[in-house]
């Protein structure tokens, strides 16, 4: 076990290895049409249509809001255009009090994400931005500053909650005090299958609600629960956008080298063509497949060693670990069928805010078949605890200028 791993969840995993099969991709239609997919373009009106595959709606003049108390929140360009480039990260809606916006959706469990750019809008300090957002009873963001480092940057947070029959969705975005800001510059919505992250009792097959590791043989994840997703990675390949992904655009960061403390092989095969025999199609796209990192063909030394990745998230919380790999065979066979499965592991406090989450894999022994370990994707995903919250406590507010 390594020294700096505080939590080692292992993972006992025997696959026979890997093939390189030739057959051709060609994918139109994405495998999961969303019922609502809905891209909003926050400060500014007009639709735009970035390269990104998402039609962004502005704003202004849309059935979503926001909806405000007393005073009027505004609308900006962000003035460092350089890091920006793109649709939504232009424009913002800021504002030193409360707003909310509400969406008219399907009921089930949706993708949440929250697209921000840290710099400075006119009339509001980069340094200022110190906030809240609810979506329903859920905290998904607590006291938190995307000014926590001095460059502008872009990026977003990426959210799962269930909508009740009937229920409209409202994000409300609140301020820390009026002497810091709120402010939002993409909102996307995208409805996804009930059994793909949550384990709702009755809407899954026990075989893949989550094991509770170290704790109980499964932990279902309700709707009483929403989750934040921390890690998507592509393991042994490059980034995958959104557009890319099986209809629910959800991005696959690059993680060749990154992440992982052991040794390992990267087999690459661009034309591997996934069967999805037990497993929905939707659950990861086809470029997972085509990239891994194995141990690689030495027995003798896979015996003897371990693939381990090293995966710093916040203490106090449980997670949701879903692993993709493909049960493929380099050297003789030819059984390229994805599968997955899902773990939960509580990470406990023990003073520090942040730990490493290791995954360990392990071959496992087996007499006169090849031993290898592979994992082509890992997806880890924050649990709101018991009080529907996401985020870290006692966050300190930014110094005020005196
Ligand atoms: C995905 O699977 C569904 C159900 O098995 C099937 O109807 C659909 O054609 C598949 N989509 C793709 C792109 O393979
Ligand atoms: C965007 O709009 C175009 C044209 O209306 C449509 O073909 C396309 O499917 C839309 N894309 C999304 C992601 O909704
Ligand atoms: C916000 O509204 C309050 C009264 O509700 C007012 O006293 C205050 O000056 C307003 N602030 C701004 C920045 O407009
Ligand atoms: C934000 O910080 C204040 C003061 O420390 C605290 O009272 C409040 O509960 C915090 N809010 C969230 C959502 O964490
Ligand atoms: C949802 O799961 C949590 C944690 O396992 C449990 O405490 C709660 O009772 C469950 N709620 C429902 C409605 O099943
Ligand atoms: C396989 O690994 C073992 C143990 O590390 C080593 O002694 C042996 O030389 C390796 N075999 C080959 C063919 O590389
Ligand atoms: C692999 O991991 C297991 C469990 O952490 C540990 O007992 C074993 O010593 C490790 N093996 C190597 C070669 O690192």
């Given at each position: 076990m390594k020294n700096h791993s505080l939590l080692t969840p292992i993972f006992f995993i025997f696959c026979p290895g890997f093939i390189f099969c030739h057959f051709t991709v060609a994918t139109s239609t994405p495998p999961y049409k969303a019922v609502d997919h809905i891209a909003l373009n926050c400060g500014t009106s007009g639709n735009s249509n970035p390269p990104d595959g998402r039609n962004w709606t502005g704003e202004?003049?849309?059935?979503y809001g926001p909806t405000e108390q007393n005073n009027k929140s505004i609308f900006s360009d962000a003035q460092s255009h350089s890091s920006v480039g793109t649709v939504p990260y232009t424009t913002a809606r800021l504002s030193h009090f409360q707003f909310t916006y509400a969406f008219p959706v399907a009921a089930g469990p949706k993708f949440v994400r929250l697209y921000f750019h840290s710099a400075s809008y006119s009339g509001y300090e980069k340094s200022k931005d110190f906030f809240t957002v609810k979506a329903g009873s859920f905290t998904?963001?607590?006291?938190?500053?995307?000014?926590?480092?001095?460059e502008s940057k872009s990026f977003f947070k990426e959210f799962c909650i269930n909508v009740e029959e009937n229920q409209i969705l409202k994000l409300t975005f609140i301020p820390f005090s009026s002497d810091y800001y709120a402010f939002i510059n993409g909102i996307e919505i995208v409805s996804m299958p009930i059994d793909l992250y949550y384990s709702q009792k009755g809407f899954i097959k026990y075989e893949w609600v989550p094991e509770y590791v170290a704790q109980a043989p499964r932990f279902y994840i309700n709707y009483s629960m929403a989750l934040e997703m921390v890690y998507r990675l592509n393991v042994g390949g490059s980034l995958i956008q959104p557009k890319e992904?099986?209809?629910?655009?959800r991005e696959w960061s690059e993680a060749i080298k990154k992440y992982l403390w052991s040794g390992g092989t990267i087999p690459r095969d661009p034309s591997l063509n996934p069967k999805y025999s037990k497993i929905p199609n939707y659950t990861a796209p086809d470029p997972i497949y085509q990239s891994a990192i194995t141990m690689g063909p030495n027995m003798t030394k896979n015996m003897q060693s371990n693939l381990t990745w090293g995966l710093r998230v916040d203490t106090g919380f449980k997670y949701l670990l879903a692993e993709d790999r493909a049960d493929v065979?380099?050297?003789?066979?030819?059984?390229d069928t994805p599968y997955y499965k899902d773990y939960v592991v509580m990470i406990q406090?023990?003073?520090?805010d942040t730990r490493q989450l290791s995954i360990d894999l392990q071959p496992r022994t087996s007499e006169g078949t090849l031993i290898d370990a592979i994992l082509n994707g890992v997806e880890v995903f924050k649990l709101s605890n018991p009080d529907s919250h996401l985020a870290r406590l006692h966050m300190v507010p930014p110094q005020l200028a005196q």
């Amino acid at each position: 076990m390594k020294n700096h791993s505080l939590l080692t969840p292992i993972f006992f995993i025997f696959c026979p290895g890997f093939i390189f099969c030739h057959f051709t991709v060609a994918t139109s239609t994405p495998p999961y049409k969303a019922v609502d997919h809905i891209a909003l373009n926050c400060g500014t009106s007009g639709n735009s249509n970035p390269p990104d595959g998402r039609n962004w709606t502005g704003e202004i003049g849309s059935k979503y809001g926001p909806t405000e108390q007393n005073n009027k929140s505004i609308f900006s360009d962000a003035q460092s255009h350089s890091s920006v480039g793109t649709v939504p990260y232009t424009t913002a809606r800021l504002s030193h009090f409360q707003f909310t916006y509400a969406f008219p959706v399907a009921a089930g469990p949706k993708f949440v994400r929250l697209y921000f750019h840290s710099a400075s809008y006119s009339g509001y300090e980069k340094s200022k931005d110190f906030f809240t957002v609810k979506a329903g009873s859920f905290t998904l963001l607590g006291n938190f500053s995307t000014s926590d480092s001095t460059e502008s940057k872009s990026f977003f947070k990426e959210f799962c909650i269930n909508v009740e029959e009937n229920q409209i969705l409202k994000l409300t975005f609140i301020p820390f005090s009026s002497d810091y800001y709120a402010f939002i510059n993409g909102i996307e919505i995208v409805s996804m299958p009930i059994d793909l992250y949550y384990s709702q009792k009755g809407f899954i097959k026990y075989e893949w609600v989550p094991e509770y590791v170290a704790q109980a043989p499964r932990f279902y994840i309700n709707y009483s629960m929403a989750l934040e997703m921390v890690y998507r990675l592509n393991v042994g390949g490059s980034l995958i956008q959104p557009k890319e992904d099986t209809g629910m655009f959800r991005e696959w960061s690059e993680a060749i080298k990154k992440y992982l403390w052991s040794g390992g092989t990267i087999p690459r095969d661009p034309s591997l063509n996934p069967k999805y025999s037990k497993i929905p199609n939707y659950t990861a796209p086809d470029p997972i497949y085509q990239s891994a990192i194995t141990m690689g063909p030495n027995m003798t030394k896979n015996m003897q060693s371990n693939l381990t990745w090293g995966l710093r998230v916040d203490t106090g919380f449980k997670y949701l670990l879903a692993e993709d790999r493909a049960d493929v065979i380099l050297w003789t066979g030819s059984n390229d069928t994805p599968y997955y499965k899902d773990y939960v592991v509580m990470i406990q406090n023990k003073g520090e805010d942040t730990r490493q989450l290791s995954i360990d894999l392990q071959p496992r022994t087996s007499e006169g078949t090849l031993i290898d370990a592979i994992l082509n994707g890992v997806e880890v995903f924050k649990l709101s605890n018991p009080d529907s919250h996401l985020a870290r406590l006692h966050m300190v507010p930014p110094q005020l200028a005196q």
